[in-house]
């Protein structure tokens, strides 16, 4: 292999037009032909892609206190990196979907959405929390969740509206505050690699 040895340039980044890229490794300059970043673009890619974006965006939208980002920081201290890296992973494994749609009962006035979920982390602090709107439930079933995946819940609903159903983190919580949390519900998506794109465990129920 050639070397290239320059009085001149001790140190030369990134690409000279569509022909040269120079980098550095370990002290050393070297630089190799331009060649067109792979890109590649199947539906199992979005998928992935959709989903990461979504989990960003929601630890920008729910971690909007110091608090917060410090319960999650302190979770994650025993993994040696920080909250908002184990909000993204335990969010990238997790999935959970349910019915787009249910109706309630004419007789008992109760609709029952099934929802099913893979856990991302361990299933002794996971939890699925429902929210309508207005109000955070957990619908957990009294002897907690499985791990693997595409296990189910039944939760039964009253009244006819809108139902989200995240997987949560139950470790996760800043001193004083009372489970649920909005900041403890991590995704409510699931991936369709089919189609590349993500599914909101969402149900409207009439």
Known sequence: M?????PVFTDIRNQVGKSVVFSNWKGRTYF??????SN?????QLANRKQQAYLVKRW???IDTVDKKAAWNALALADGIAGYNLFI?????????????????????TAVITVTYT????????????????????V?????????????????????????????????????DTPPQAYQAITNVTRDEVNG???EAKCVVS
Not at 40 to 44: A, C, D, G, S
Not at 92 to 98: D, P, T, V
């Open 2 to 6: 050639a070397k290239w040895i320059s």
């Open 32 to 37: 190799r032909q331009y060649a067109i970043p």
């Open 40 to 44: 590649p673009r199947t539906n199992k």
């Open 60 to 62: 920008q939208e729910i």
């Open 89 to 109: 992973k335990e969010g990238r494994k997790s999935l959970i979907s349910c019915p787009a749609t249910a109706t309630l009962d004419e007789t008992t006035g």
């Open 119 to 138: 856990l991302g982390f361990a299933a002794s602090a996971a939890k699925i929390y429902m929210f309508d709107g207005t109000n955070w439930s957990d």
């Open 140 to 176: 957990t079933p009294a002897e907690g969740l499985q791990a693997g995946a595409d296990n189910t819940i039944n939760v039964t609903v009253s009244a006819a509206g809108t139902y989200y159903f995240y997987i949560a983190d139950s470790r996760v919580i800043v001193e004083g």
């Open 197 to 199: 794109d993500i599914v």
